[in-house]
């Protein structure tokens, strides 16, 4: 019996974009209305899976003390070496340095379709947030389940997920082990989706 | 049924290909995730390289280097065969300088601090700023204590740069606080009042060298690239070496005689051999007649420094250095070798006057500025900075200064200033209190009883530091601002430490900075208009210094940031200079400028300030690993898989009698401090030392490789007051950095 599939595109789209902007930069309470309106867009249901990160957040943003929190959080986690590195190439390299192989390879993949990240980006080619951006752009893009997959399995899950298992478990995260238990379970959704959506194609 | 799912799915797919076809999605909900551009698509990428001309900034040598770049990624860095500095070689220093610019652990933004609280353990509480937020809260902070306690309540602890020194001067405070006291301010001294009327120079002719000597020098082992390829050169010409040292250093290990010196006593040995070679008339008298001041006084000087004197001193017997000075005055050419922190360096209150002897000794034997010896710096015209940059004037400033550095007769008129007495005018307010500083690339762990500055630093409400890893001194700071690393900047450098004609060394970046980062220079300026100061920095640019350097050199920017070596300026033969910018136009065996500042013109035994005692029974010595840069390396993967600890180096029979056995741990205590480390035992070091290498005992967790091993040197080291340096009465001003007791036990 075939399960019946209920796929959102734009659910995709948002929860990808959404990911990367949790990993690509700390948020500031002037962050909230863009946040909001990203929530909304969802559909009810995704939007439901969401709720404790989105209630966490606003509270987080709401008030100056509790922004500087989550914000000293966000150093800790992603800038200062007591977190973790959101760099493919450390995870990936037999020295943890950036700018490894893993770079060069997802640099390549990125060429392969076209495109390259914007120049004036501070973070490189393999950080977190900008594969998770290429995926929702291959969602935009149309580009075929099997590339989708693709990529999925060859870079980001190669590596992200031992990362956000750490977070989900650092002394330091808070709101950031509610978004990192998030983003795994909606990349082992995605890699489900990905390869059923293929079987049925 | 299936036929069905799937035509469902293609429905679902299409719709929301034909919502997003008029736009992106992403983009569109204003999140501000990386963007992607359009890049010529490659089906097959082929690699893509390029070598980029470069030098180094480890240390001061500014070797030429050419980096192979790969697609994008530094691979390899190899020595430029065309610099007279590198000859197509580098240290390890400079190889593993990949592994800092690919460390994540660098800073990446400006940050600042939350946590008002300060010290070991203590977390910052670093949040991202932006580098606007950065500039305008040092600014309120600065201008809040100039506000309230006058402009010199700010400080300045960096080396000297001009952009900086500028600010400082339109700032108007009198506080630039540098580290030479710790390093070689009695090199400095004795080279300004004997030879130079400047600093000391640092270009060693050592492949020429004969019979090459060293009090403590250690040539190798502080491993300046051109400086080990001129001791292997010239030990493969059949130079001989001898070197005199309380530990088996790694040119110790090379020397034809290693003779374990009693350590602060080589100035004995020093005056011993100038008896010996005038006494016997040894010297080179037409060097001597054409080129020195004052040898007549030197006969009736030395009269008593006989070898057996020197002998009850050093504890290194007579014939041995009768015969050694012999040697060294037979042998042709022959120099004594002096590179900072060696017996000559800072090391003990003697230290400055063995300096001055070592002038003596090589101007005796002919070789000061003669190939074979120590030469002086041969360089480019450099431009005035104010002509550059026209400036309004400064304002008028205190003299007095927090270190009282502006006390000291001849070190003041250099910019540079005391580590070892800085704390005691913070902690005291001695002359007044001080309230901020900006800090660039000094660590905590440089001072003297580094604690002590811990908590002098604590005393002030604001500190800015600038930095490329969260050293202990950044988890110090209010405002860090990360600059990038030298891989990723442009600049000139003349290399002081190895130029036998002018050539300058130009850089461009050799990848984009990785991270939001600022050039130092950039910063200043960028401080100063925060601080209303900007018409002091009209036009100003690093870009902009950086071409008048080398249009005061014949060249510009322009023709050389594409030069295919990165080099600028031609071989020409060496001549040794006749004349010496003292006020006798010679090489002043004599000082007359030591007599007008009060000190002896001649460098009369002075023992050094502190002997061991029952409590205290050992001599203390500070070394460093050869591939290791201070304290800034510790992080770096390579170099900590080379040498990644630090220990309490003990001689193997005295640890044996101690029940001392080798890896125990130990307590190293002196008055001030103690450290605990490993022994590590060895025959290579006299029986009553302890040796520790430097680098060690980092607390910052920002430093993930570095934090917790070994043990700070430092700590041991005791600061002093305004009043302890200035009783010293020692030209040089040197921090004494070995000149105390210390005891050993076990843990």
Known sequence: MVMVMNVNYQDRVVQYALHARFFYDQLLAKDWPVLQNTFEAMTPTCRQAHQVIRTEIEKALSDKAAEEKLRVEYAHLFLLPEGVKMYASVHQSSEPLLRQKAWQQVTKRYKTHGLKLEPDEYHPEDHASVELSFMAHLIEQGESYEAQLDFLQKHVLIWLPGVLQKLCTHPKAEIYRLVSERTLHFLKEEEQLLMQLMNME | MQSTKKSTFEMDRRTFLKTAAGGSLAAGLGLGIPRFVHAEQQSVIEPQSKVVNTFCSVCGGGC?????????????????PDDQAAEGRLCVKAYSSIKTLYDPDRLKYPMKRTNPQKGEGVDPGFIQISWEEAFQLTAENFQKAIDEHGPESIIF????????????????????????????????????????????????????????????????????????????????????????????SVTA?????????????????????????VSENLFDASYVEDMTFGFEYLADFARDYTPEWAAEITEVPA???????????????????????????????????????????????????????????????????????????????????????EQREIMSRFTNGDFATVADGILNEKPYPTKAALVRKYNLLAFPEAKRMEEALKKLDFIAVCEIYPSEMAMMADVVFPEPYWLETSGVSERDFFSRYPQLAVRTPVIEPQYDTKGFSAI??????????????????GGKWNNAILEAAGTTWDDMKDHPTGLWGDEKPFEGKTSFNTPSGKIELFSTVMEENGFDPLPHWRPRREEPTADYPFHYLINRPPMHKMTESQNNRL?????????????????????????????????????????????????????????????????????????????????????EMKALHDPGAGACMLDFPVKVYRA
């Not at chain 2, 200043?524 to 640019?541: P, R």
């Open chain 2, 524 to 541: 200043i300026v960028e401080l100063a208009k925060a601080m209303n100061l900007g018409h002091y920095f009209e036009e100003a640019s």
């Open chain 2, 639 to 723: 170099i900590m898989a080379l040498y990644g600890e630090n220990h309490a180096i003990l001689n193997d029979r005295r640890a044996a009698e101690m029940g001392i056995r080798e890896g125990d741990e130990v307590y190293v205590e002196s008055r001030v401090a103690k450290i605990k480390l490993k022994a590590k035992l060895t025959a290579g070091i006299r029986h009553d030392c302890v040796c520790v290498f430097h680098g060690f005992g980092h607390w910052s967790q920002g430093l993930s490789r570095a934090a917790g091993i070994g043990a700070n040197d430092g700590d041991l080291i005791p600061s002093m007051t305004h009043e």
């Open chain 2, 64 to 80: 030429g280097i050419r980096a192979h770049v790969v697609d994008g990624r530094v691979v390899h860095l190899e020595g430029n």
């Open chain 2, 253 to 277: 290990r090379k020397a034809h005689e290693w003779i374990q010196i009693k350590p602060g006593t080589d100035l004995a040995f020093a005056l011993a051999m100038i008896h010996v070679i």
């Open chain 2, 319 to 405: 014939e041995d250095i009768r015969r050694i000075a012999r040697e060294f005055a037979t042998t042709k050419p022959a120099h004594i070798f002096t590179h900072k922190r060696d017996a000559a360096g800072p090391n003990y209150a003697n230290s400055t006057r063995l300096a001055q002897a070592i002038v003596i000794l090589n101007a005796l034997v002919g070789t000061i500025d003669r190939e074979g010896g120590l030469l002086l710096k041969r360089s480019f015209p450099t431009p005035s900075f104010d002509e550059v940059f026209p400036r309004p004037d400064f304002p008028e400033r205190r003299k007095e200064r927090i270190d009282a550095w």
């Open chain 2, 157 to 248: 602890f960096m080396r000297g740069q001009d952009f900086a020194n500028r600010l400082r001067n339109a700032i108007g405070t009198p506080n630039h606080v540098a580290h030479q006291s710790t390093c070689f301010t009695s090199q400095v001294a004795s080279w300004f009042a004997q030879v130079t009327g400047g600093g000391r120079p640092y270009v060693y002719d050592l492949e020429n060298c004969k019979y090459i000597m060293g009090f403590g020098f250690d040539g190798l082992g502080k491993s300046k690239n051109m400086h080990i390829r001129s001791i292997t050169r010239a030990l493969a010409n059949n130079a001989k070496m001898v070197i005199l040292d309380p530990y088996m």
